[in-house]
């Protein structure tokens, strides 16, 4: 007997998500980011909703060759470039960009030669320290690149450390403004949270992940409100356990919950690194097999995150293959799911 649970990926929702940043960012171009399987959603399930951007960010090659086997022509960023000399050619099979972010990506183009012409997006570290050139280093990257034969456009990229955050950007907009003064060619900033709140970094092309998906960049369902964002996945499972508390009763491993008073919680057919119970003190209908919905419409993913101790982008991610995927489809309400 399967467990009792399934999700429903809603392509309007994603669709919808994809107009809000088109009015967030009106003057730029979006790559619309589905690494890590569409954030959970599913690369194949989230297409359809999200076709209308003008690109698609990601991480694997494999996902690269799979929107294009779903027949997408327009262009497809990877995120973090190329990892080998043999990943050199499918580059130009597949068309491409690719980000470079270091000189091994660098020395690997000078050595295999494509013919290209290839677009990269040339990464400059202004303090995320994860990837990029530093700034010292970037002019001369830039000018190894322009020289390569097989390089077409470059476009200067860097990603922010805490656009969703009181920090700010200003101190890494700074540095990449000045290291990219009087160079010419496109810039690409903005992630989510840059897309919603520092217009002043929207550029060519904006690059937001997680606000697609419906979810909010600080993992707080409030900042997002004024946005008309719509939930693109929701979770539904039946109740499979109920329990009857006393004061002082604890619940689950750690016993980090304590009843301070008789109430009744319930279990979902849910099995994520989280655990999720609720308190069904004010559902006394509520009995073994009542149907739940865990996230959802009417219910942010970031709320039922918080509660649990987590922000709502791991626990989309976290859908288990093996839950059953029902698609709303943008013609029709709800349609089984390709595979
Ligand atoms: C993941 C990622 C994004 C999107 O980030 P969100 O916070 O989900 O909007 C943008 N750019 C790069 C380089 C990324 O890796």
Redesign the pocket.
Known sequence: MPRPIHAVIHQPALANNLDVVRRCAPQSRV?A?I??NA?GHGIRRAFAGLRAADGF?L?DLNEAVLLRELGWQGPILL??GFFQPQDVPLLEQYRLTT?VHCEEQLRMLEVARPKGPLGIQL?LNTGMNR?GFRPEQYRTAWERARTLSCVGSIVH?T?FSD??SARGIAHQLDVFDATTANLPGEA?L??????LWHPQAHRAWV???????GAS?TGVAADVASFGLQPAMSLHSELISVQDLQPGDTVGYGSLFKAERPMRIGRGGLRLRHMICVDLTPCPKAKVGSAVTLWGQGLPIDDVAMASGTVG?ELMCALAPRVPVTVATLTAPEQPALA
């Open positions: 790559w980011v690494k890590a954030y960010g991480l995120l973090e980000a990464k990837l990229m990603h656009a969703d690409s903005s992630n989510s949270a840059a897309t690059r937001p992940g997680v606000v697609l998906y960049p982008y």
